[in-house]
Protein backbone atom coordinates (compact mmCIF):
# COMPACT_ATOMS: atom_id res chain seq x y z
CA UNK A 1 0.00 0.00 0.00
CA UNK A 2 1.37 3.10 -0.67
CA UNK A 3 0.24 6.37 1.26
CA UNK A 4 1.37 9.29 -0.63
CA UNK A 5 -0.17 12.11 1.49
CA UNK A 6 -1.00 15.43 0.46
CA UNK A 7 0.89 14.16 -3.06
CA UNK A 8 -1.89 13.43 -4.44
CA UNK A 9 -5.44 14.91 -3.65
CA UNK A 10 -7.74 13.89 -6.32
CA UNK A 11 -7.04 16.95 -8.54
CA UNK A 12 -4.36 19.35 -9.47
CA UNK A 13 -1.68 18.77 -6.93
CA UNK A 14 -1.51 21.97 -4.49
CA UNK A 15 1.74 22.98 -5.98
CA UNK A 16 0.69 26.81 -6.53
CA UNK A 17 -1.06 27.82 -3.16
CA UNK A 18 -0.92 31.58 -3.68
CA UNK A 19 -1.15 31.96 -0.21
CA UNK A 20 1.36 29.99 0.58
CA UNK A 21 5.45 29.33 1.05
CA UNK A 22 7.52 28.22 -2.34
CA UNK A 23 6.41 25.08 -3.35
CA UNK A 24 8.78 22.53 -5.98
CA UNK A 25 6.58 21.19 -8.30
CA UNK A 26 10.05 19.14 -9.99
CA UNK A 27 10.53 18.05 -6.42
CA UNK A 28 6.84 16.78 -6.39
CA UNK A 29 6.71 14.63 -9.95
CA UNK A 30 10.51 13.26 -8.91
CA UNK A 31 8.81 12.01 -5.87
CA UNK A 32 5.87 10.94 -7.39
CA UNK A 33 8.02 8.97 -10.27
CA UNK A 34 9.90 7.08 -7.57
CA UNK A 35 6.36 6.18 -6.06
CA UNK A 36 5.16 4.36 -8.89
CA UNK A 37 8.92 2.31 -9.31
CA UNK A 38 7.85 0.59 -6.06
CA UNK A 39 4.66 -0.45 -8.62
CA UNK A 40 2.59 -0.07 -5.24
CA UNK A 41 -0.73 -2.18 -5.55
CA UNK A 42 -3.19 -0.25 -3.18
CA UNK A 43 -2.92 3.84 -3.35
CA UNK A 44 -4.46 5.56 -0.31
CA UNK A 45 -4.08 9.32 -0.47
CA UNK A 46 -4.39 12.64 1.99
CA UNK A 47 -7.41 13.32 0.21
CA UNK A 48 -9.84 11.33 -1.74
CA UNK A 49 -11.03 8.29 -1.89
CA UNK A 50 -8.36 4.72 -2.06
CA UNK A 51 -7.47 2.89 -5.18
CA UNK A 52 -7.30 -0.93 -4.03
CA UNK A 53 -5.82 -3.66 -5.53
CA UNK A 54 -5.33 -2.13 -8.99
CA UNK A 55 -1.82 -1.40 -9.97
CA UNK A 56 -2.54 -0.61 -13.14
CA UNK A 57 -4.64 2.58 -11.83
CA UNK A 58 -1.88 3.77 -9.02
CA UNK A 59 0.79 3.76 -11.54
CA UNK A 60 -1.74 6.17 -14.21
CA UNK A 61 -2.17 8.09 -11.18
CA UNK A 62 1.09 8.70 -10.40
CA UNK A 63 2.83 8.84 -13.63
CA UNK A 64 0.23 11.24 -15.41
CA UNK A 65 -0.07 13.56 -12.24
CA UNK A 66 4.16 13.54 -12.97
CA UNK A 67 3.84 14.66 -16.34
CA UNK A 68 1.80 17.17 -15.55
CA UNK A 69 3.60 18.87 -13.19
CA UNK A 70 7.01 18.32 -15.07
CA UNK A 71 4.89 19.83 -18.09
CA UNK A 72 4.71 23.25 -16.67
CA UNK A 73 7.34 23.33 -15.15
CA UNK A 74 9.31 22.86 -18.50
CA UNK A 75 6.73 24.82 -20.63
CA UNK A 76 7.39 27.59 -17.84
CA UNK A 77 11.41 27.64 -18.13
CA UNK A 78 10.89 27.93 -21.61
CA UNK A 79 8.79 30.90 -21.94
CA UNK A 80 10.91 32.34 -19.38
CA UNK A 81 14.26 32.27 -21.27
CA UNK A 82 12.72 33.30 -25.00
CA UNK A 83 12.27 37.14 -23.71
CA UNK A 84 11.15 36.65 -20.43
CA UNK A 85 7.79 39.30 -20.58
CA UNK A 86 7.02 40.58 -16.85
CA UNK A 87 6.39 37.97 -14.63
CA UNK A 88 2.17 39.04 -14.58
CA UNK A 89 2.13 38.31 -18.18
CA UNK A 90 4.03 35.05 -18.30
CA UNK A 91 1.58 32.92 -18.13
CA UNK A 92 0.04 33.77 -20.93
CA UNK A 93 2.27 32.71 -23.09
CA UNK A 94 2.45 29.43 -20.88
CA UNK A 95 0.76 26.55 -22.73
CA UNK A 96 -1.21 25.52 -19.89
CA UNK A 97 -1.76 21.20 -19.79
CA UNK A 98 -5.05 20.26 -19.74
CA UNK A 99 -6.35 16.19 -18.58
CA UNK A 100 -9.61 14.72 -18.27
CA UNK A 101 -8.58 12.28 -15.26
CA UNK A 102 -10.50 12.74 -12.55
CA UNK A 103 -7.49 13.32 -10.37
CA UNK A 104 -5.84 16.07 -12.93
CA UNK A 105 -9.06 18.74 -12.34
CA UNK A 106 -8.53 22.52 -10.87
CA UNK A 107 -11.13 21.54 -7.67
CA UNK A 108 -8.88 23.29 -5.52
CA UNK A 109 -5.47 24.38 -7.21
CA UNK A 110 -4.91 24.97 -10.90
CA UNK A 111 -2.40 25.10 -13.67
CA UNK A 112 -2.08 28.55 -13.58
CA UNK A 113 -0.93 28.93 -9.94
CA UNK A 114 1.38 26.17 -10.80
CA UNK A 115 2.78 28.42 -13.11
CA UNK A 116 3.59 31.61 -10.90
CA UNK A 117 4.80 29.75 -8.42
CA UNK A 118 7.56 27.87 -10.87
CA UNK A 119 7.87 32.18 -11.77
CA UNK A 120 8.63 32.76 -8.47
CA UNK A 121 11.82 30.47 -7.89
CA UNK A 122 13.76 31.02 -10.93
CA UNK A 123 12.45 34.61 -11.52
CA UNK A 124 12.66 36.47 -7.82
CA UNK A 125 10.03 38.88 -7.13
CA UNK A 126 10.96 41.68 -9.19
CA UNK A 127 8.07 41.74 -11.69
CA UNK A 128 9.95 42.63 -14.46
CA UNK A 129 7.89 45.98 -14.52
CA UNK A 130 10.54 48.99 -14.44
CA UNK A 131 8.45 51.25 -12.42
CA UNK A 132 7.32 47.87 -10.27
CA UNK A 133 10.87 47.92 -8.88
CA UNK A 134 10.55 50.71 -6.33
CA UNK A 135 7.01 51.27 -6.78
CA UNK A 136 4.68 54.60 -5.32
CA UNK A 137 1.85 53.57 -2.88
CA UNK A 138 -1.05 51.69 -4.80
CA UNK A 139 -3.87 54.23 -3.64
CA UNK A 140 -1.70 57.20 -4.91
CA UNK A 141 -1.28 55.64 -8.35
CA UNK A 142 -4.88 54.20 -8.27
CA UNK A 143 -6.29 58.14 -7.06
CA UNK A 144 -4.51 59.50 -10.47
CA UNK A 145 -5.63 56.85 -12.47
CA UNK A 146 -8.99 58.23 -11.25
CA UNK A 147 -8.53 61.67 -11.91
CA UNK A 148 -8.21 60.88 -15.39
CA UNK A 149 -11.22 58.64 -15.62
CA UNK A 150 -13.49 61.55 -13.75
CA UNK A 151 -13.02 59.63 -10.49
CA UNK A 152 -13.41 56.40 -9.44
CA UNK A 153 -17.07 56.56 -10.36
CA UNK A 154 -15.85 56.61 -13.82
CA UNK A 155 -13.69 53.44 -13.19
CA UNK A 156 -16.60 51.68 -11.76
CA UNK A 157 -18.08 52.47 -15.30
CA UNK A 158 -15.43 50.88 -17.13
CA UNK A 159 -15.53 48.28 -15.02
CA UNK A 160 -19.11 47.90 -15.62
CA UNK A 161 -18.48 47.95 -19.32
CA UNK A 162 -16.18 45.38 -19.25
CA UNK A 163 -18.70 43.00 -17.33
CA UNK A 164 -21.60 43.50 -20.25
CA UNK A 165 -18.47 42.43 -22.80
CA UNK A 166 -18.52 39.33 -20.32
CA UNK A 167 -14.76 40.19 -19.48
CA UNK A 168 -14.64 39.93 -15.73
CA UNK A 169 -10.70 39.45 -16.01
CA UNK A 170 -10.97 43.15 -17.34
CA UNK A 171 -13.22 44.39 -15.34
CA UNK A 172 -11.07 43.19 -12.07
CA UNK A 173 -8.23 45.38 -12.67
CA UNK A 174 -11.04 48.83 -13.07
CA UNK A 175 -12.81 47.54 -9.81
CA UNK A 176 -8.93 47.20 -8.00
CA UNK A 177 -8.37 50.72 -8.54
CA UNK A 178 -11.69 51.84 -8.20
CA UNK A 179 -11.62 51.04 -4.53
CA UNK A 180 -8.19 51.61 -4.11
CA UNK A 181 -8.85 55.63 -4.76
CA UNK A 182 -12.21 55.77 -3.07
CA UNK A 183 -12.51 53.01 0.04
CA UNK A 184 -14.96 54.80 1.95
CA UNK A 185 -17.77 55.32 -0.97
CA UNK A 186 -20.16 52.23 -0.17
CA UNK A 187 -21.11 52.76 -3.85
CA UNK A 188 -17.96 52.22 -5.31
CA UNK A 189 -17.36 48.46 -2.28
CA UNK A 190 -20.52 47.49 -3.51
CA UNK A 191 -20.33 47.50 -7.14
CA UNK A 192 -17.03 45.96 -6.95
CA UNK A 193 -18.17 43.02 -4.63
CA UNK A 194 -20.44 42.59 -7.39
CA UNK A 195 -17.61 41.98 -9.47
CA UNK A 196 -15.93 39.76 -7.18
CA UNK A 197 -18.89 38.07 -6.84
CA UNK A 198 -18.95 37.37 -10.48
CA UNK A 199 -15.82 35.89 -10.65
CA UNK A 200 -15.91 33.83 -8.08
CA UNK A 201 -18.98 31.97 -9.47
CA UNK A 202 -17.12 31.18 -12.51
CA UNK A 203 -14.19 29.50 -10.87
CA UNK A 204 -13.36 26.08 -10.29
CA UNK A 205 -10.35 25.58 -8.22
CA UNK A 206 -11.64 26.07 -4.34
CA UNK A 207 -8.83 28.66 -4.15
CA UNK A 208 -9.61 31.11 -6.75
CA UNK A 209 -13.09 30.88 -5.64
CA UNK A 210 -12.33 31.66 -2.11
CA UNK A 211 -9.53 34.21 -2.70
CA UNK A 212 -12.33 36.11 -4.84
CA UNK A 213 -14.95 35.63 -2.42
CA UNK A 214 -13.10 37.55 0.03
CA UNK A 215 -12.35 39.89 -2.27
CA UNK A 216 -16.18 40.73 -2.70
CA UNK A 217 -16.75 40.79 1.47
CA UNK A 218 -13.68 42.97 1.89
CA UNK A 219 -14.56 45.28 -0.65
CA UNK A 220 -18.08 45.92 1.20
CA UNK A 221 -16.14 46.78 3.79
CA UNK A 222 -14.06 49.28 2.39
CA UNK A 223 -11.23 46.87 2.16
CA UNK A 224 -9.04 47.29 -1.62
CA UNK A 225 -7.00 44.01 -0.53
CA UNK A 226 -7.90 40.32 0.93
Same mark, same amino acid.
Given at each position: ?12 ? =? *?? =?? %?? +??? &????? /? =??? @??? *? ?14 ? +? ?44 ? +? ?5 ? %?????? *????? @? =? ?18 ? /?????? %??? /? ?34 ? *????? !??? %?????? &??? @? ?7 ? !? ?5 ? /? !? !??? @? ?6
Amino acid at each position: MLCPGDLIIWGVP =N *AG =NP %QK +VQR &YPWDW /A =NAL @RDM *AAKKPKTLAPGHGGPI +VDDPKLVARVLIETADFLEAIVERTIKVMEDGSPPHVDIVHSVELP +VSDSPWL %QPIYDE *AEFIV @R =NVVRYFGGWFSGRPSELKPA /ARDQVA %QAI /AGLAGGAAGLVVEAQRFVALGDLVMASHFADYALEA *APSDP !AVG %QAVAEI &YDA @RAAKETSLM !AINLFRS /A !A !AYA @REGRPFV
